[in-house]
């Protein structure tokens, strides 16, 4: 079977990374969750208070440890479920729009992504960090359905929210990843969509399995 990259993208709590977790598991491949890194960035963004982005990329020490599942370790310590918190929530796109923050991460991504078997899920992987990915998918799915799939999600975490607040945080994130100047949120062209408003994340799987299998 030849190896190939898949690239997942699509608006907030689409299902992305619980599909690209199965889907790389059926076939042996790698997952990797960018918008994780993201998150990590602003963290550190939050701990530092400063807007000096420059200087944020250049002394941050993240690392990626990929082997069952990604972890992310921020100074040494693993943040991989203190990334998923509100305050890292509100703020990640912000960080995620300055063009210090973009570049380095591409360019880790890129990396990651190098020998390729990788799943990797975001908002800008199809469009700029794997041009050249063999699949490139965009997920979409209503913001309702959105909305209460991260509302179980966060019980599951523990972290508290509520219905109503998550609808207003996808849409607010939505509007300005799709907006930001650098590589905003956009379907690649030569991605398929796929809508996933009333579809098990089996159907998905499947779907996307298939599409794969026909790549390999
Ligand atoms: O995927 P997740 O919702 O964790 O991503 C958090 C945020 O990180 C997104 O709302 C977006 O602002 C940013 N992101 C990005 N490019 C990616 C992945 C995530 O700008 N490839």
New binding site residues.
Partial sequence: MKKINIAI?GP??AG??TIAKLVAQKFNMIYV???????AI?LYYIEQETEDFDRLVKEIDLKIVLDNGQRVILNGEDVSERIRQNDV?QK??Y???KEPV?TF?VNE?QKLANEKNVVM?????GTT?LPDAELKIYMIASVEERALRRLKDNELRGIESDLESLKLDIER??Q??MN?EI?P?VKAEDAISIDTTGLTIEEVTNKISELAKSKM
């Fill in positions: 993208d907030a709590a992305k990374s969750d960018t918008g994780a890194m993201y998150r602003t929530t990640v796109s960080v995620a729009s973009r991460l991504q899920d975001g908002r800008d992987v960090v994130r939505d300005y990843d930001r590589s949120l």
